[in-house]
């Protein structure tokens, strides 16, 4: 039997369990390969509904119920992985809970992570997508999304079990909710009975208790009598009482007068059950399930904390902008509490007092912060007098504020490293601040915490450790902390450095491609510049395909002077600018002619044209422009330009009849066609004795006549005139 391949994805939607079930069952099943993909939200789902904080091998082993299991959990921004792609044969994929967010992003065609890719390929593949959706109720918003979806070709399941099967735990609803979805992916198992097309499943059941169970299904239970449902004076039909919500096999129809019913007129009363037989029924076995253990989430530990436990009072969300002065805060508590260490280390038993300068100072300083309490050298603190203890708050501070301060860097891919540092930061603060005995968490760590509750929701981020107290992190490596957010600050810094330097330099090469002068000279010593900026931008990282690069140079790549030195940045843009299909070769026709330094007739194009007066010269390449035509025809005297046109990756073999021809004195060949088609030109030429001029940039007189004096100058002298 060949192996199956099944990707099971788990989103943010609520229903872990249903998760944990579906790859207990696949971990089960021989020739199964299972690819897991969890979402960043979907894996907060796993830590608040199964205890799992991350895919560890031993967390992993914990979700799949086995050690030898075949489960490969795949990064959810990794776009591509192996099952990103078509050409990786998957047999089915299944999204289990599904959320809102992730319907959209596939019903809409979006693949901005692996989930959504994968759901992507298995719907172009035409195979088996099953969304087990779970949130409700549903907008038109959503039940729209499932449409275009189902259209598309998935399966919506939404998680609404069935209670044909008598569930008498949650363990056998979710039973029912994964049966149903391993039988759209074609998975056998035996979670649940099966209904039989003629009898409920009880029936399956021996003895005279299935019977009776079966009986208590198929018939209602004793009507009560009109007048205990109805007002006085109004007549009413009968009704009979309608059958439990939830049906047991301790229910069986009634045997015995219901209780008496009052028949003054009430409120709308509950319709009274039959009571339940003196002799429990019990019911036949059922079928045994596969050997599987649902993995409930773990209640937390009595000695939990969480780290928002007796918070202080807070004036409205804290924001970006209120992180400096936080710090600042930090760092005059951490001072304090240096100098309660201190004091405490000396054996002062009362040293709060206002003849000691240090102290004078730091009271003066937190009277000009605002909303500052520097409890960390007040005299109603912490009862504590450990100087250790003390001088691991400082260090717990001291880390707070620089993990603030990170935020102040412009540098938004490293924002997730800022958040996940400051997660840490906050946490030894909390951890230092319990140390020392203090009832309350201290304002700045509060503050902390409460904007990472913000900042990681709106960046869809999630923090795997040190928001709880029970994940938290450990005062006494405050050093190694401030050693990682200092590295993590110059690293950030430098990459905010480079593109300041980057910026600037891309709008001195915009501002000068946008002002060539006329002066031949000039020009020369304008492009020096504008190739050493060239030069300067890709050694700073820039790609010399960069369009910021590209794009100013592309309509004035003509100008350059044939002499310039090119570098080997420079020379990778030249070749990038004549591969590039839409960069035209002339930018503005007009303005080329009234602007170009080459307009006048220099000695180079006197001199070719008294070697090419009145013949004819084939151009190859692109496509025909007239007024280049014009300008070369009335700059060199010539009697008519040959222009073909050509594409990039077209043969040029029908090229070879205009070569031939007797009145062509000349072939010129444009080197962005150069790449693939100078063999074959060259051929032609040497065939025909015809000169071929490769030109490598544009159609201006003065560098069109630099190049055939440099590469066929002696070859057109010894060529005769027309007509001779």
Known sequence: MSTRRIIVAITGASGALYSKRLLEVLANTPDIETYLIVSPLGRRLLHDELGIDDLSPGELAALAGREDHRITSLPFKDVGASVASGSFKTDSMVIIPCSNNTLAHMAHGLSDNLITRAAQVILKERRRLVVVHREMPLSLIELRNMTQLTEAGAIICPANPGFYTLPKSVDDIVNMVVGRVLDLIDVPHELH????????????????????????IAKPATAAPPEALAPPKMAAPTQPNLPPASVTPAMTPAASTPPAVSAKPAAPQTVPRAPTPAAPITP?????????????AAPPAPDVVYVQANRPASNGEPTLADLPLCAQRCRLKAAGARWSADRFAAGDKYPWRHDDED????????????????????AKGPSSRDPAAWRRLAGAMDALA???????????????????????????????????????????????????????????????????????????????????????????????????KRKKALDNLKFK????????????????????LVEEL??????????????????????????????????????????????????????????????????QIEQVAALLRGRTVVLIGGERKPHAIDRLKKAFALDDIDWIETRVHQSIAPCQSHIRRPEVALVLLM?????????????????????????????????????ILEQCGEQLAGLAPAGR
């Not at 102040?408 to 140390?435: G, K, N």
């Not at 060539?516 to 190739?531: C, F, I, S, V, Y």
């Open 671 to 707: 080197i962005r066609w150069s790449s693939h088609s100078l063999g074959e030109v060259k051929t032609f030429c040497d065939a025909s004795g015809k000169p071929l001029v490769r030109l490598p940039a544009g159609y201006n007189p003065n560098q069109v006549a630099t190049q």
């Open 359 to 378: 102290y004078s100072e730091l009271i003066a300083q937190a009277k000009e912060l605002p909303d500052c309490f520097l409890w960390t050298a007040a």
């Open 284 to 296: 036949g076995p059922r079928e045994p399930l596969p050997p599987l253990r649902l993995g409930h």
């Open 538 to 603: 890709t050694a700073g990282g820039l790609p010399h395909t960069s369009r910021e690069l590209r794009d100013p140079l592309t309509p004035i790549w003509h100008t350059l002077p044939p002499d310039a030195a090119l570098g080997p940045a420079a020379q990778r843009l030249r070749d990038e600018i004549n591969r590039a299909p839409e960069a035209p070769l002339v930018d503005d026709p007009d303005a080329d002619d009234a602007d170009d330094p080459g307009s006048s007739n220099s000695p």
């Open 402 to 500: 620089d993990a603030l301060d990170l935020f102040s860097i412009d540098a938004p891919a490293q924002l997730a490293s800022f958040i996940r540092l400051l997660a840490e930061a906050q946490s030894t603060v909390r951890v230092a601040v319990d140390q020392l005995g203090a009832i309350k968490a201290d304002n700045e760590q509060f503050r902390a915490y409460n904007w990472l509750l913000i900042a990681t929701k709106q960046h869809d981020i999630f923090l795997e450790r040190h928001m709880r107290m029970d994940e938290a992190a450990d005062p006494a490596a405050c050093d190694n902390l401030r050693q990682r957010i200092a590295a993590c600050a110059a690293q950030a810094r430098g990459l905010t450095d480079r593109d300041r």
């Open 193 to 216: 009975v099966r209904w039989n097309g003629s009898t409920s499943p009880v029936a399956e059941q021996t003895g005279e208790a299935g019977e009776e169970i079966q009986s208590s």
């Open 513 to 532: 491609a946008g002002r060539l002068p006329g002066n031949a000279d000039e020009l020369r010593e304008h492009w020096r510049k504008m190739l050493a």
